[in-house]
């Protein structure tokens, strides 16, 4: 599937084969009443759907504009969004008879969702992960480990999520038996319009939920986005409706004009990267240039097609915040309100904060908190004053 000109299938004759017999398998499945119950089975009883849309009081009087609602994927179980899209797909490799699941991981949220979906439906299960990101996330490793899974480390070039992609793909592509459950919005088709159908469950209820509360749509809706798959599900109610303005934010890490950030749409260059043509981080010689945020959810050097395409025909408006940024906003939500957010979605809530001012009080906004932070105390702890 393409998106404009972006997506597609980069890869090798024989990964093929393989997409197109996941690609038939969703297809069929998606519009399967039987199979689409039994994943709102698992969301409602399992995951625990759904979320809450939450009026966060403190921190709209702090920014003193628009209403400001968060939506809470970090009350999920596992902590985050990433469980919507492990049951999906581990139900689609169920039905192929899979036995072996892998899965790539940066922050470790996928790998722990992944993890908690094979265990839930007793399959084998291998995390392959960075070995700058294990240091990163030492709680979730242990979490994916006390699960019954392999945590893999790649030591290939940063040690981050790329090389975790590619190392995964290259074990897919020599291994036919296993299932490759990818966990962002990237990738060869049909990955990103998979992520999507089972992410789009944020969106649904988001939309839903503001209007019973409100009685009319958010002026705008903010997410971060490495790959994409949190801000892709929140989007995808909203995308037709065009009173609302929607933000991507990417990761600044220590500022666009350093070169240590993770921003492709600021790059601007078109490539080809993990089977999928988008924006990417490239270098002058065409090699992808090292991604950095402080985040290791979105230290990732390229963007889901269908956000470049959103990006391209500008229906989305992309930002970025810098990591110093993103931490005062992690600090601030856990002091103001007592939620502790992931990193990842601190840089959200950033953004969301510069802009809520540019509303009326009557207005309102939703900010996606896709994660929680008890993951990156560590991290913020670290940082020297």
Known sequence: MYYGEFGGQYVPEELKKELTIIEKAFNKLKNDSEFKNKYLYYLENYVGRPSPLYFAKNLTDYASGAKIYLKREDLNHTGAHKINNTIGQILVAKHLNKTHVIAETGAGQHGVATATACSLFNMKCSIFMGVEDIKRQKVNVEKIKLLGADVIPVKTGTGTLKEAVDEAFKFFLKNKDVYYLVGSAVGPSPYPEMVKFFQEIIGKEAKEQILKKEGKLPKAIIACVGGGSNSIGLFSSFLGEKSVEIYGVEGAGKGINTGKHACAIVNNTVGILHGMKTYVMENT?????????????????????????????????????????????????????????????????????????????????????????????????????
């Not at 990732?300 to 269908?306: D, H, Q, S, T, V």
């Not at 009080?361 to 993951?375: C, H, V, Y």
Request: proline residues 3%; hydrophobic residues 35%.
């Open 285 to 385: 010689d065409g090699s992808i240039k090292e991604a950095y945020s402080i985040s290791a959810g979105l230290d990732y050097p390229g963007i889901g097609p269908e956000h470049a395409y959103l990006h391209k025909i500008k229906r989305v408006i992309y930002k970025s915040v810098t990591d110093e940024e993103a931490v005062n906003a992690f600090k601030l939500l856990t002091r103001l309100e007592g939620i502790i957010p992931a990193l990842e979605s601190s840089h959200a809530i950033a953004y969301g904060l510069k802009i809520a001012k540019n509303y009326k009080k009557e207005d309102n906004i939703i900010i996606n908190l896709s994660g929680r932070g008890d993951k990156d105390v560590e991290t913020v702890l670290n940082i020297k004053k």
